[in-house]
């Protein structure tokens, strides 16, 4: 089980307060289930069956616009700030962010090592 750093100051942002709950609710698991580089392989069968709401997709894309980044011809998404909120700068010597190194480099996301 992958544990990591939650924003528990989210609450107080005006963009994720004025988001519609089933929007809320899918940020968080969005965020609760990407990879350690911050990628989600996209699923939304699985997210509706977690979350019990009908997710749409294009939907999900416009509201998260600013904030995902949809790769992989939209099989998969990036979280640009996740690296930056969970690790700080990613350093090549440090061996837990060699892993989250590698996956970006398989991803063929580069420019990510002082995160956003």
């Known amino acids: 089980m992958a544990k990591r750093f939650t924003d528990t100051e989210k609450w107080e942002d005006p963009w994720f307060r004025n988001l519609l709950k089933e929007y809320q609710v899918f940020w968080v698991f969005l965020l609760d289930r990407c990879d350690n ?9 699985a997210a509706e069956f977690y979350l019990k709401q009908t997710c749409k997709e294009k939907e999900y894309l416009l509201v998260f616009k600013d904030r995902v980044v949809a790769f992989d011809g939209g099989q998969k998404w990036f979280v640009p700030k996740f690296v930056n909120f969970q690790y700080g700068e ?9 892993s989250v190194l590698n996956l970006l480099s398989s991803y063929k996301i580069e420019g990510y090592l002082k995160g956003i």
């Open 37 to 45: 580089a911050g990628v989600w392989k996209v699923d939304f069968e």
């Open 90 to 98: 990613l350093d090549p010597a440090c061996r837990p962010h060699k």
